[in-house]
Every structure is written in C-alpha cells, then in structure tokens.
C-alpha cells in the first residue's frame, strides 16, 4: 500500500521560510510524478509546484522564484523549500504522486504565514 507522510508544517511570519518534506512509502518514485497541492479554506485545491517522471519542473506563478521543489529517488522523499512566504501562502499543504493512473496523497501539514 501506498503511503505519503508530510512534515515540516508550521507558523511563520511574513518573509520566513520552511521545508516540507514527504516520505513515500509502499512504492518507488519511478515512473511517477510528484508534487505539492494546497487548500486555502474556502478554496480549491491548486498545485503548488510538481516534478514529471521525467524531471521536468512546474511551479505555479504565485510561487515561482520563492519556492523550490527537489526530490531523492533513492531515499523516496519529496520537499518543498518555501522562503519568502506570505500570508497569502497558508493553507494544508498535500504531497501528491500520480503512479499508474492512480493518485496518491498524504493526510497534508497546516503552513500558517502570520504577523
């Protein structure tokens, strides 16, 4: 069975940063692609920033130049360094994996950006 487990939620003022990060665990990244969603209250889920099966990266425009996503296949972890963060950037944050036409997510982490 497959498994997600997101860490590294937390409170930040404005201009503070934080790494997510996200063990998968019953699979492999291989073949996968990997990612970070967010849910404001209210709002739709909307992907924060993904990395294909092939390597290729996409950030949304909203977080392009502040966060990073990064990933090591061999370890099965997945993390998004967020820096600069804004009060407009809270919301639970969902690691995703679409393997095999199935999509995974984890049980997501509160990142709360606050003065």
């Known amino acids: 069975q497959v498994q997600l487990v997101e860490s590294g939620g937390g409170s930040v003022q404005p201009g503070g940063s934080l790494r997510l990060s996200c063990v998968v665990s019953?699979?492999?990244?291989?073949?996968?692609?990997t990612g970070w969603y967010r849910q404001a209250p209210g709002m739709r889920r909307e992907l924060v920033a993904e990395?294909?099966?092939?390597?290729?990266?996409n950030y949304a425009d909203s977080v392009k130049g502040r966060f990073t996503i990064s990933r090591d296949k061999t370890k099965n972890t997945l993390w998004l360094q967020m820096n600069n963060l804004k009060p407009e950037d809270t919301a639970v944050y969902y690691c995703?994996?679409?393997?095999?036409?199935?999509?995974?997510w984890g049980q997501g982490t509160q990142v709360t950006v606050s003065s």
């Open positions: 995703h994996a679409l393997k095999d036409q199935y999509n995974y």
């Open positions: 990395i294909t099966s092939g390597g290729i990266i």
């Open positions: 019953g699979s492999s990244f291989s073949g996968a692609k």
